[in-house]
């Protein structure tokens, strides 16, 4: 399966659990979720990370919110 659809399949897990935790509708999660280190750091194919389950992307991003 294409990197892609990976990735876009697990955004559709990704993007409402941002709008949950930050309280914020879908545009502004995806534009949080894109601008942040590990938002870019999924969207790299070398990096592995859209490879990863949405729970754990989700985790390593709430955990860069944090900081």
């Known amino acids: 399966m294409p ?3 990976i ?7 990704i993007i ?22 590990i938002g870019k750091c999924y969207a790299d194919d070398s990096t592995g990370l859209y490879g990863q389950s949405a729970a754990y992307v989700f985790s ?6 944090a900081q």
Not at 7 to 13: C, H, I, Q, S
Not at 17 to 35: I, P, S, T
Request: glycine share 6%; net charge negative; hydrophobic share 35%.
């Open 7 to 13: 990735r876009a399949a697990t955004l559709k897990t």
């Open 60 to 65: 390593l991003f709430c955990e860069e919110m």
């Open 3 to 5: 990197h892609g659809t």
């Open 16 to 37: 409402p659990l941002v709008m949950e935790r930050f309280n914020c509708g879908e545009n502004d999660a995806l534009k949080m979720f894109y601008e942040s280190h």
